[in-house]
């Protein structure tokens, strides 16, 4: 089903396109140039995950990160990566390489959530 465009996506959309990074409903909501509310956000991003334009990253204190996808395909495996959260200035970014693991048989992996926590190459 194709679903409109409208403003709130947009500005959703270039709120996170312009970070380049994962960033957290919170941080798009201060960093927004339109008059939307926390629930349209929150309504927009859960859509876009749905959709394959972005992921969720959940990092470790439960709080969720929303990072852009490297292509817009549901079905390809474009979310095995690791992300890696800085302590001292709280960015979550997504790692380069893809995340190689054997499982015992019978086991299906749906999707993959790793977040390595330490400090950034720009805070060390």
Do not use: W
């Amino acid at each position: 089903m194709k679903r409109r465009n409208t403003p709130s996506k947009q500005a959703v959309l270039s709120v996170i396109t312009k970070a380049g990074k994962a960033m957290s409903q919170d941080a798009i909501e201060e960093e927004i140039a339109i008059d939307i509310n926390r629930a349209t956000i929150y309504r927009v991003l859960n859509r876009f995950c749905d959709d394959g334009v972005l992921h969720k990253v959940m990092a470790e204190d439960g709080k969720q990160y929303f990072a852009l996808c490297e292509t817009y395909d549901t079905k390809a495996a474009t979310h095995q990566h690791f992300h890696f959260k800085c302590t001292k200035c709280d960015t979550v970014e997504c790692l380069p390489n893809q995340v190689n693991f054997s499982i015992p048989d019978g086991y299906l992996v749906e999707s993959v959530n790793c977040v390595l926590t330490g400090v950034c190459k720009n805070c060390s």
